[in-house]
């Protein structure tokens, strides 16, 4: 009963502290409790433009946002600084919380007990859904550059998908799919703690990794067409224009030959922010390459290679054969296969990879 009473009024405190941080910011700065991110007609955009950009009046639940999630080291770090590159999007680094207070809605509404006593207390669904699309909206306005188009890119976000397209009913989704074996051996290989998947244990992480991957494939499909693209790493290093000319006609955005280029505007006014203390800044700063989409190879443990059909399923489900080692992904354009040349010839450092 105290664990309850505990958790009841630890939610509430949450809340009523998101509540009074937008309220607070409101009466301040935003006088429209349905925006945020008000432009003046003399706002400066740092942008390397070859045209005129639309500039936005401000941000709403209305604004077309862009989400690129995944599971990490699925490619969703290459994929922000390609659309960071772009000159009318903005992503910039993960913000960390948005994924954290997504998932503790989710555990909220998971709970009917949970739910009634939010009821009780006045917290009903209308008022916490207000209160956090107005703290993600504050968020990914806040922690950079304005833009035509804001863009967030944390990784289990889109375990969200379904409640984010309640609240942004405009947004777009991405999500990146990878090969699980490449993934997981990526984050093992790193050493990329993420919660919940033992880094010992490649039959731990790949189970872990057929859950999570699921639950977001599921939540995309269900989505219409036009939310959501669900986009493979693979295809993406292998044929980059090809891949980025379609997502960007996904995303209602002209094409720019930027976008194949995002190495060149990397710290860049107007160009491609990395933080110094994410995993994968180390490796974005590398033009797009094909070097790792065989490193998992030979590095699987036999018993689990012979599982793997079992351990998951996920796997087949998104076309890739559990059974293949290596698997045969396909020929690269020209322009990757002459990055990872240059790559190769040690221009870079050692171990080149452009996952997330």
């Given amino acids: 009963m105290r664990k309850q009473t505990h958790r009841v009024l630890l939610a509430c405190v949450v809340i009523s502290s998101i509540t009074v941080f937008y309220l607070s910011l409101s009466a301040i700065e935003c006088p429209n409790t349905r925006s945020r991110g008000t432009w003046g007609a003399s706002q400066q955009l740092h942008r390397n433009l070859s045209y005129p950009l639309p500039v936005p009046v401000e941000y709403s639940e209305d604004s077309p946002l862009i989400f690129v999630g995944g599971v990490p080291r699925s490619g969703t770090t290459l994929m922000r600084a390609m659309l960071d590159a772009h000159p009318e999007v903005r992503c910039g680094e993960e913000t960390r919380v948005i994924p954290r207070l997504l998932a503790m809605q989710a555990t909220w509404s998971r709970s009917a007990r949970e739910r009634v006593r939010l009821d009780e207390a006045g917290v009903t669904d209308e008022v916490l859904d207000s209160a956090i699309r107005a703290f993600l909206l504050e968020i990914i306005v806040g922690h950079g550059e304005p833009a035509p188009r804001l863009c967030n890119k944390d990784p289990f976000s889109l375990k969200s998908l379904t409640y984010l397209s309640k609240l942004f009913p405009n947004a777009k989704f991405v999500l990146m799919l990878r090969d699980g074996r490449a993934t997981v051996h990526s984050m093992i290989s790193r050493k990329v703690t993420i919660t919940g998947f033992d880094l010992t244990s490649y039959r731990d992480c790949l189970v872990k990794w057929n859950r999570a991957v699921e639950v977001m494939y599921d939540q995309c499909q269900a989505a219409s067409e036009r939310s ?128 997330s």
């Fill in 228 to 355: 959501c693209l669900p986009v493979r790493y693979e295809q993406l290093v292998l044929h980059p224009e090809q891949v980025m000319r379609k997502l960007l006609q996904f995303l209602d955005l002209p094409w720019d030959p930027s976008v194949l280029h995002h190495e060149q505007l990397i710290g860049k006014v107007g160009g491609v922010s990395l933080s110094k203390v994410e995993r994968s800044t180390d490796q974005v700063v590398n033009p797009v390459n094909t070097e790792a989409l065989s490193k998992w190879v030979g590095k699987i443990p036999d018993d689990v290679v012979k599982d793997m059909a079992d351990i998951a399923p996920m796997l087949r489900h998104l076309g890739y054969d559990p059974l293949a080692n290596p698997p045969d992904y396909g020929k690269p354009d020209h322009l990757p296969l002459n990055n990872t040349k240059q790559l190769q010839g040690g221009k870079t450092n050692a171990d080149v990879f452009h996952p």
